[in-house]
Each structure stands twice: as structure tokens, then as C-alpha cells.
Nanobody
């Protein structure tokens, strides 16, 4: 059974930093893409960052470019999201997701991902 488990969420003041981790297990194949998504209260889930696991290529939503960094540790099967200069509008539940392949051009579309974690809460206060 595939499991994605997020950790590292919490509460910080604006300008602070957090690092989220995503641990994958139970999948015998290869996830070509792992993404981080977030959902704020009353809003749709949106893609924040994604990484192509074989080449290490990354993509970011415009709202987080220059502040967030997605990275991976293949040996540990971990994907990280380093979040710096956090803003109140970054508040939400952050989800890790993985897929063995994309069907379209965007790695930030929620519909592209087959497997999801339970999410971790990030709260940024002003």
C-alpha cells in the first residue's frame, strides 16, 4: 500500500521559515514527479512546487518563486519543501503528492497526481 506522509508543518510569524518533508513508501515502481500542494480555507487546492525525480527539474507557482525550494533525497525517499519569507497568505494545509507519470504539460495540476498524503497544517501569522 502506497503511503505518503508529510511532516514539518507548524505555526510561524510572517518572514519565518519552515521545512516540510514527504516520505514515500509502499510503491514498487518509480514516481516520476512529486509535488507539493496547498489548500487554504474556502479555496481550491493549488500546486505549489513539483520536482521531476529523475532529472531533478523543478517547477514553482509564481506566488512562491524565490521563496520556496523543493528538493529530494533519493536514498531516503524523501522530498522536501523549504519555505522561506513566509507570508500569511501561505497559510493552509500542505499536501505531498506523487505520480508515476504526467498525462499533460503541467506538473502543478492536482489531477495529474494519483497518490496523496494526509496533509500538514502551516499557519503564518502577521
Amino acid at each position: 500500500q502506497v503511503q505518503l506522509v508529510e511532516s514539518g508543518g507548524g505555526s510561524v510569524q510572517a518572514g519565518g521559515s519552515l521545512r516540510l518533508s514527504c516520505a514515500a513508501s509502499g510503491y514498487s515502481g518509480i514516481f516520476t514527479h512529486v509535488g507539493w500542494f496547498r489548500q487554504a480555507p474556502g479555496k481550491e487546492r493549488e500546486g505549489v512546487a513539483a520536482i521531476r525525480t529523475d532529472f531533478g527539474r523543478t517547477v514553482y507557482a509564481d506566488s512562491v518563486k524565490g521563496r520556496f525550494t523543493i528538493s529530494q533525497d533519493n536514498a531516503k525517499k524523501l522530498v522536501y519543501l523549504q519555505m522561506n519569507s513566509l507570508k500569511p497568505e501561505d497559510t493552509g494545509i500542505y499536501y505531498c503528492a506523487a505520480t508515476p507519470y504526467l498525462t499533460g504539460p503541467s506538473a502543478l495540476r492536482t489531477a495529474e497526481y494519483n497518490y496523496w498524503g494526509q496533509g500538514t497544517q502551516v499557519t503564518v501569522s502577521s
